[in-house]
T-cell receptor, first 111, second 112 residues
Framework: NAGVTQTPKFRILKIGQSMTLQCTQD?????MYWYRQDPGMGLKLIYY???????DKGEVPNGYNVSRSTTEDFPLRLELAAPSQTSVYFC??????????FGEGSRLTVL | GQQLNQSPQSMFIQEGEDVSMNCTSS?????WLWYKQDPGEGPVLLIA?????ELTSNGRLTAQFGITRKDSFLNISASIPSDVGIYFC????????????FGKGTKLSVIP
């Protein structure tokens, strides 16, 4: 059972570069989410999607973009990477309120 | 926005001891959830609570939804080394997971 799969697991970017974090789920969940986790902090919601073609901003959306062309995929795009975007990023999906299934995370460092 | 105060921030306990941690808020929540994160992994749901006063167990774990709807606690009985990790509480204010607020986590270390 794959669940939620994120790639890459690790990435180093230079300031100003762009990249896309990939997220795929095979559970046919309508709801998908992107969170960031900074040391000693809880999870902060970046963007979420309630179904293909529908996305919305979370608590910390600045500097990020998302798209949802299929039920399975929910990529997160970083444009013009900044050191403040150094973090661990988690993708998640669910079918019910709060019962999130998380991926293993993508650790991003911006230098 | 809504905030959760999760305590303690970290704790070191001897294997076999019981553990208690809690989350409090000035806001009312409709759901409380507890997640555990192992090092290098994503969080995994342990217990979900949907009703004020609800007490739910999952093996050695017991969690309660506070009667005021502003707090929740998690107890772990007879701790074992694999209990090591970060435990997060999350409060839900609506019907969707996008309305979850996460605590900052309690880092648990178990001394064999």
């Amino acid at each position: 059972n794959a669940g939620v799969t994120q790639t890459p697991k690790f990435r180093i970017l230079k300031i100003g570069q762009s990249m896309t974090l990939q997220c795929t789920q095979d559970m046919n969940h309508n709801y998908m989410y992107w969170y960031r986790q900074d040391p000693g902090m809880g999870l902060k919601l970046i963007y979420y999607s309630v179904g293909a073609g529908i996305t919305d901003k979370g608590e910390v959306p600045n500097g990020y973009n998302v798209s949802r062309s299929t039920t399975e995929d929910f990529p997160l795009r970083l444009e013009l990477a900044a050191p403040s975007q150094t973090s661990v990023y988690f993708c998640a999906s669910d079918t019910g309120p709060g019962e999130l299934f998380f991926g293993e995370g993508s650790r991003l460092t911006v230098l | 926005g809504q905030q959760l105060n999760q305590s303690p921030q970290s704790m070191f306990i001897q294997e076999g001891e019981d553990v208690s941690m809690n989350c409090t808020s000035s806001s009312i929540f409709n759901t409380w959830l507890w997640y555990k994160q192992d090092p290098g992994e994503g969080p995994v749901l342990l217990i979900a609570l949907y009703k004020a006063g609800e007490l739910t167990s999952n093996g050695r774990l017991t969690a309660q939804f506070g009667i005021t709807r502003k707090d929740s606690f998690l107890n772990i009985s007879a701790s074992i080394p694999s209990d090591v990790g970060i435990y997060f509480c999350a409060g839900g204010s609506g019907a969707g997971s996008y309305q979850l607020t996460f605590g900052k986590g309690t880092k648990l270390s178990v001394i064999p």
